[in-house]
């Protein structure tokens, strides 16, 4: 007799002497197997009928289940967004789009859901939280009251006159990343500008956040590790929204596997052990305030150690999630934003020598006798370039879902229940044919004289509201300087390198938008 034919019916005998036949296990298994499916019909029907989002439009499909979403956010990566558009067009201007959220296209209703902290409580969709992970961080905090509080210390360094004290150093940053362009001349190289760009803009944000940079801008690719791990995280969130509990599961991976699987990682690892590092040293070199403020190199985390608050706010784990999702956010948007400009100049000869004349007064001197960024400001060309950038590569393309937890919210004749996660998108508001004629086309002259004013109505790249972007004034500073630095009369000799339109258009929704997942990138020759 072979092992497994004993161990059969030794099985076989334990449940005979039990009374517990394999017939009833198949009963069991059939009841069960029924329990569920009528608790799948009976909740199929309360989100259909009973429910009281079930009066608002949308397709029957995505009020029934989340598998809707899923299939177009995950398995066809990042193209539920394009599928809401379609939703608008069938059903209107409001649509439940899975079981629980509804998003509205209309402007003029933003401001009611994006709303400032004194005009009533706002709160973000807990689920939407666990799958993007880093709890803790200001960003992730659901709680209203907490979130201004972890909020609030951070503020000053992102303020005007914040941006204003470190912005010898963003100049620095600058003039290195022409200089490292302008060292190559003659050699015929071929360079990422998007890598240039994401190094540019982790150096900056790393001196805030940990006061020593991860000098990626002196590095040979211009550290294109961390720009490649950017967006491999950014194309993995999807996933981690629709099943949050991958998120622990991801934590249990030893990092040693992780690096063996993409060794790329050990940067940002890196980074955040940098951070932490220069947070356990900034709580052992505890200064007062008034230090820290005479300082202007003074890090982010040094400002919030020597301020009186809670103890559990000053956990070394939560502060370096602060500072992940402070590199995050300050380095892949912004990047992606300068990328995309400079593909139009660099594409369009007019734009590139308008811009350059522009340039001109300000820049003759270069790098001796430079302006400030208040001076940059004033060009309206200039400004025009930015704004129709951030148009077209929308910041954060879909949705912020936000929740009202003390009041219900009022659509036209429909009630949205408060805690109901209700959303916008930036790409709706930003490519409405009303508002922008031709919106696909990269336009900046539609930004100079008398303009319609729904343009900077719809115009919502970094968001409104108590939970709007932090670091406004800092993505401007950046795109001024380092626009101003590579296309200023003289500067670096670069053109466009079998790079086209379809490499830089946004085309997937991965919270952080992302041209087709084939992309070469925006390629450049030194010339």
Avoid at 489 to 498: A, K, L, Q, T, V
């Amino acid at each position: 007799m072979s092992f497994k034919q004993g161990t059969t019916i030794q099985m076989e005998d334990y449940l005979n002497n039990s009374g517990f036949s394999l017939g009833n296990l198949k009963t069991v298994a059939g009841g069960l197997l029924g329990v569920w499916a009528a608790y799948c019909i009976g909740l199929v029907v309360y989100r259909l009928y009973i429910d009281p989002l079930s009066s608002i439009p949308g397709p029957k499909i995505a009020a029934a289940t989340g598998w809707y979403e899923f299939y177009y956010d995950v398995i066809k990566r990042g193209q539920y967004i394009y599928r809401i558009e379609e939703m608008h067009k069938q059903y209107g201007p409001i649509i439940r789009i899975n079981p629980y959220e509804v998003i509205i296209n209309d402007a003029e209703f933003y401001n009611e859901v994006y709303v400032a902290s004194n005009t009533r409580r706002t709160g973000i969709w807990p689920r939407y939280r666990k799958g993007i992970g880093f709890d803790g961080s200001h960003t992730m905090t659901a709680n209203h009251e907490l979130h201004r509080r972890r909020r609030k210390p951070l503020e000053p360094y992102f303020s005007r006159l914040g941006i204003n004290r470190m912005e010898p150093t963003l100049v620095d940053e600058a003039k290195l990343l022409s200089t490292r362009l302008e060292a190559m001349k003659g050699s015929k190289a071929i360079v990422r500008l998007d890598h240039v760009f994401s190094a540019f803009a982790g150096d900056v944000i790393g001196r805030i956040c940990a006061e020593t940079p991860p000098y990626m801008m002196r590095l040979p690719d211009f550290g294109r590790d961390w720009h490649d791990l950017i967006e491999r995280i950014v194309g993995q969130l999807l996933l981690f929204m629709h099943i949050p509990e991958l998120v622990s599961l991801a934590r249990l991976i030893p990092t040693g596997v992780l690096f063996y699987i993409y060794p790329g990682a050990s940067g940002f690892n890196e980074f955040r052990k940098l951070a932490s590092q220069h947070i356990e040293d900034a709580k052992k070199q505890k200064m007062r305030p008034e230090q820290v403020d005479e300082n202007a190199t003074s890090s982010i985390f040094r400002h919030i150690i020597s301020m009186d608050i809670p103890e559990s706010e000053l956990s070394t784990e939560r502060l370096s999630r602060e500072a992940m999702v402070l590199f995050g956010a300050g380095t892949a948007t912004t990047a992606r934003t300068m990328g995309f400009i400079s593909y139009y100049l660099l594409t369009n000869p007019h734009m590139k020598e308008r811009l350059s004349n522009e340039l001109a007064p300000l820049m003759a001197d270069y790098p001796n006798n430079l302006p400030k960024w208040a001076d940059l400001e004033k060009l309206d060309y200039l400004q025009a370039l930015i704004k129709e950038g951030l148009r077209l590569s929308f910041g954060v393309m879909r949705r912020l879902p936000r929740t009202s937890p003390d009041i219900d919210l009022v659509y036209k004749q429909y009630v949205i229940p408060k805690d109901t996660p209700v959303g916008m998108a930036a790409y709706s508001l930003h490519t409405d044919p009303e508002v922008y004629p031709e919106p696909f086309k990269f336009i900046p002259e539609r930004w100079l004289g008398n303009i319609d004013p729904r343009m900077n109505r719809n115009w919502v790249p970094f968001s409104r509201g108590s939970r709007n972007c932090l670091g406004i004034n800092l993505a401007y500073a950046e795109m001024n300087w380092a626009l101003a630095t590579i296309f200023r009369p003289n500067g670096p000799d670069i053109s466009i390198y079998e790079t086209d339109e379809s490499d830089i258009a946004q085309a997937v929704d991965f919270l952080m938008p992302l041209p087709k997942l084939s992309s070469r990138g925006t390629r450049i020759m030194v010339n």
